[in-house]
T-cell receptor, first 115, second 112 residues
C-alpha cells in the first residue's frame, strides 16, 4: 500500500509568489493534517481536515489556506510568500475514530525555498 | 514556558547502552503522547504512542508516562548506530483534539 504521498518534493519560489502543495493520504485515512518544519525545530501545526471540513487551525497567518477534496486528498496554499516561509511542509494522514485519530503518518514532505 | 520541552542534545551514548530521552509538557489535561524519530533530511516516523500512566514496551523501545509530573520519556535499550537520529516528543493537548504539538527534538548519537 502506498503511504502518504506529497508533491512536489522540492520547489523554489520568490518572495510574493504563491505556492500550492498537494497531499494524498493513506487509503482509508480520512483525516489530513499539515505541518511546517523549519530547520532545527519540531513540526508546527498548520491545519487539520476531516471529511472535507477544517477541524483545527494553528497560529499561522491568513496567507495560509487549505482544503480537502472528496477523495480525501488535500492542498495547502500559501500566498504572498515571505523568506520565512522557507521550510519543509509535511502532510500527515490519520485514521478516523478515537483510538487512531491522532496517530499521524507523515509523507516525505515538500521542501520550499523562498528567495 | 514551551508547550512541549525537550533537551536539544546532542545526547551521545555508546553502542549497546541504554539511551534515555526526556520530555515535559505544560497542558495537564493532555491525553495522548507520541515519540517520533526523524533522520536527517527525512520526515518523522512514529516509534510509539502512550495514553496511560506507566510503561509501554515495544521491542527495544519503552515509553514511560507520568501525568502527575507531566513527564514522558523514551528508553532505547541496546542502542545501535542506526538509532542515531532526532527524537521528537509530541503531545495532543486537551485544548485541541485536532492538534499535535511537537517539541524541538533531541539529537541522539550512538557512538560505536
Amino acid at each position: 500500500d502506498a503511504g502518504v504521498t506529497q508533491s512536489p518534493t522540492h520547489l523554489i519560489k520568490t518572495r510574493g509568489q504563491h505556492v500550492t502543495l498537494r497531499c494524498s493520504p493513506i487509503s482509508g485515512h480520512k483525516s489530513v493534517s499539515w505541518y511546517q518544519q523549519v530547520l532545527g525545530q519540531g513540526p508546527q501545526f498548520i491545519f487539520q481536515y476531516y471529511e472535507k471540513e477544517e477541524r483545527g487551525r494553528g497560529n499561522f497567518p491568513d496567507r495560509f489556506s487549505a482544503r480537502q477534496f472528496p477523495n480525501y486528498s488535500s492542498e495547502l496554499n500559501v500566498n504572498a510568500l515571505l523568506l520565512g516561509d522557507s521550510a519543509l511542509y509535511l502532510c500527515a494522514s490519520s485514521l478516523p475514530g478515537a483510538a487512531g485519530a491522532n496517530v499521524l503518518t507523515f509523507g516525505a514532505g515538500s521542501r520550499l525555498t523562498v528567495l | 514556558q514551551k508547550e512541549v520541552e525537550q533537551n536539544s542534545g546532542p545526547l551521545s551514548v555508546p553502542e549497546g547502552a541504554i539511551a534515555s530521552l526526556n520530555c515535559t509538557y505544560s497542558d495537564r489535561g493532555s491525553q495522548s503522547f507520541f515519540w517520533y524519530r526523524q533522520y536527517s533530511g527525512k520526515s518523522p516516523e512514529l516509534i510509539m504512542f502512550i495514553y496511560s500512566n506507566g510503561d509501554k514496551e515495544d521491542g527495544r523501545f519503552t515509553a514511560q508516562l507520568n501525568k502527575a509530573s507531566q513527564y514522558v520519556s523514551l528508553l532505547i535499550r541496546d542502542s545501535q548506530p542506526s538509532d542515531s537520529a532526532t527524537y521528537l516528543c509530541a503531545v495532543n493537548p486537551q485544548s485541541s483534539a485536532s492538534k499535535i504539538i511537537f517539541g524541538s527534538g533531541t539529537r541522539l548519537s550512538i557512538r560505536p
